[in-house]
């Protein structure tokens, strides 16, 4: 499957997930939104994961955003070898996808995953080194906000195997 179908397919599924991004009597606007803010992160109302009290609204922002003031930890978390060559041999590319929030101090709230790769050892290893990553203050147009971002990890497969060594007679 090539790569940009991948990603419509799986930008689908984020979709699907996480519902709509905006409350129901609300109208969208160009201005108030980020460009991929049709990607909901979930919903003030909603009950937090740990089942308490309800998450805090938090601004939907592009990867970009947390992108520019991550201060510690790596963007790369490639596949153990077992799972790399696995995904090799199946010949496609393979994506996973993340909810990242993070509070405008810079703490991480919240790391879950919305769609899994396929492969439950690269999704660990995604979501334990997400929650060393560290953060800068967050501001969005000037003022501390609370965000979340949809981070997406993809694989892509080796171009081809090796050649074989020539034949010998």
């Known amino acids: 499957m090539a790569v940009p179908v991948l990603r419509l ?7 699907a997930a996480c519902g709509s991004s905006r409350p129901a ?10 460009a991929d803010a049709g990607v909901s992160l979930g919903r003030p109302s ?8 309800p998450d805090l609204p938090a601004k939907v922002v592009p990867s970009s955003v947390l ?24 010949g496609k590319g393979v ?18 995953l919305i769609k899994s790769s396929g492969y439950a ?11 060393s990553w560290t953060y800068g203050p967050i501001t969005v147009d000037g003022n501390p906000a609370d965000v979340c971002a949809p ?7 080796s171009a081809s195997p090796p050649p074989a060594p020539p034949a010998t007679k």
């Open 9 to 15: 397919i799986l930008a689908a599924a984020l979709l």
């Open 25 to 34: 009597d609300s109208t969208p606007s160009d201005s108030d939104q980020p």
């Open 46 to 53: 909603e009950p937090a994961g740990d089942g308490g009290v």
């Open 67 to 90: 992108e520019g003031v991550r201060t510690g930890g790596t963007r790369e978390v490639p596949p153990d070898d077992a799972d790399r060559k696995a995904m090799d041999a199946a």
């Open 95 to 112: 994506a996973a996808a993340v909810k990242l929030c993070v509070k405008a101090s810079g703490a991480i709230t919240r790391v879950q």
């Open 121 to 131: 050892t690269w999704d660990e290893k995604i979501l334990r080194e997400m929650k």
């Open 151 to 157: 981070i997406t990890f993809t694989y892509r497969p």
